[in-house]
């Protein structure tokens, strides 16, 4: 399975909302519920945000939601701020009983 | 506390072998699925492997498939990976992970131990 895509950049202001896609095919985002996504600041552990496609883990900030249309993923981040900052990883399973990520995108707070 | 420890990663030449250990702690890992995830220098995660909670069914990323093994000891609390016929490709963090089963969620990681594959 080839990574899922990732717009490799996204920015906005403090405030704003952005929203990442993550797209895939039938037979791993189109196919089942298990996409999740993963915020990762450089040097630290990657932190669930959002698991089986809209759940959100407890002590996620509801800032955070997530969706899917067909074979692609969404991640939507409301009211923008700086600690959002970091990059952003969708993670999909697939109908092989394997795993695949994203190739990442990089969130810029302006 | 729930906490998992990486170990064993290294400098290590090229066709060479590697063992990673996970640590578990605060709580049992017989009732998650474990994984590695790993991350090469400049680019995104990767997913590696993972084992069930009984060690009876293990999946591969195709990028490993035949070289890395994966295994568990619930009495220790602990998981695995043993890696063999290392690549340049192969130097990355690998993160050891927890996942919920019947879901997408991989709520504890690891922080990382760095396997760097060079003559």
């Known amino acids: 399975h080839s990574a899922l895509t990732q717009p490799a950049s996204v920015s906005g202001s403090p405030g704003q909302s952005i929203t990442i896609s993550c797209r895939g095919t039938?037979?791993?985002?189109?196919?089942?519920?298990?996409v999740s996504w993963y915020q990762h600041h450089p040097g630290k552990a990657p932190k669930v945000i959002i698991y089986?496609?809209?759940h959100r883990p407890s002590g996620v900030s509801n800032r955070f939601s997530g969706s899917k249309s067909g074979n692609t993923a969404s991640l939507t981040i409301s009211g923008l701020q700086a600690e959002d900052e970091a990059d952003y990883y969708c993670?999909?399973?697939?109908?092989?009983?394997?795993?695949?990520f994203g190739g990442g995108t990089k969130l810029t707070v302006l | 506390e729930v906490q998992l420890v990486e170990s064993g990663g290294g400098l290590v030449q090229p066709g060479g072998s590697l063992g990673l250990s996970c640590a578990a702690s605060?709580?049992?890992?017989?009732?998650?699925?474990m994984g590695w995830v790993r991350q090469t220098p400049g680019k995104g995660l990767e997913w590696v492997a993972n084992?069930?909670?009984?060690?009876?069914?293990?999946n591969y990323a195709d990028s490993v498939k035949g070289r890395f093994t994966i295994s568990r000891d619930n009495a220790k609390n602990s998981m695995y990976l043993h890696m063999n016929s290392l690549r340049a490709e192969d130097t990355a963090v690998y993160y050891c992970?927890?996942?919920?089963?019947?879901?997408?969620?991989?709520?504890?990681w690891g922080q990382g131990t760095l396997v760097i594959v060079s003559s």
């Open positions: 089986d496609v809209s």
């Open positions: 993670c999909s399973c697939t109908d092989n009983r394997t795993w695949v």
């Open positions: 084992i069930k909670k009984d060690g009876s069914e293990k």
């Open positions: 992970m927890r996942r919920v089963e019947g879901s997408s969620l991989r709520d504890y």
């Open positions: 039938s037979s791993d985002v189109g196919g089942y519920i298990y």
């Open positions: 605060g709580f049992t890992v017989n009732m998650y699925w």
